[in-house]
T-cell receptor, first 116, second 113 residues
């Protein structure tokens, strides 16, 4: 079946502009995660959605970052007033969210954000 | 919160040799430990995972061991092949409550033909 998809694949923006990144999880996956990966580094957790529960926003680096999810489908990560240090690959992952394999996370291809 | 440390940062082996990557974690409540392989410019791909109710898991040339008392887990790749060259990340999380993964910093594995 279809995996996790993300759009756009690449985004170049000017410092100070707002950007929106989109994630389509695997159908039926109730849990959705956003991570950030700076060049040559590991993945940093940003935010986690699980069903209708309040999202876990503990990884968001500043109030310029926000995310929404519509039900158990699409999620949008918004970065306002972008800064050069926001340049990174933003990865989305989804998982079943319950059961024996509920934690297995499958990643999308990422959006490479470059802030000039 | 959870902290995961991963060693070594780079590893070079000859084709056919074994490779071992080690991780330690800090949160004793973590009970799910996946390993991801990431090729250049690609998404992380899950290669194996282990849950805290077992000490070892194997899948062909790949095995993972877990020591909950010492809070460390390791990835073992036997009979390495050039296509195993990639960056490998370990991670840890809980299976209930906060399920977000905390990742190690990655190991760049190079298999020399």
């Amino acid at each position: 079946g279809a995996g996790v998809s993300q759009s756009p694949s690449n985004k170049v923006t000017e410092k100070g502009k707002d950007v929106e990144l989109r994630c389509d999880p695997i159908s039926g996956h109730t849990a959705l995660y956003w991570y950030r990966q700076r060049l040559g580094q590991g993945l940093e957790f940003l935010i986690y959605f699980q069903g209708n529960s309040a999202p876990d926003k503990s990884g968001l680096p500043s109030d310029r970052f926000s995310a929404e999810r519509t039900g158990e489908s699409v999620s949008t990560l918004t970065i306002q007033r972008t800064q050069q240090e926001d340049s990174a690959v933003y990865l989305c992952a989804s998982s079943l969210g319950g059961g024996a394999q509920g934690n297995t996370q499958y990643f999308g291809p990422g959006t490479r954000l470059t802030v000039l | 919160g959870e902290n995961v440390e991963q060693h070594p940062s780079t590893l070079s082996v000859q084709e056919g040799d074994s490779a071992v990557i080690k991780c330690t974690y800090s949160d004793s409540a973590s009970n799910y430990f996946p390993w991801y392989k990431q090729e250049l410019g690609k998404r992380p791909q899950l290669i194996i995972d282990i849950r805290s109710n077992v000490g070892e898991k194997k899948d062909q040339r790949i095995a993972v061991t877990l020591n909950k008392t010492a809070k460390h887990f390791s990835l073992h790749i036997t009979e390495t092949q050039p296509e195993d060259s990639a960056v490998y990340f370990c991670a840890a999380s809980r299976e209930t409550g906060r399920r977000a993964l905390t990742f190690g910093s990655g190991t760049r594995l190079q298999v020399q033909p």
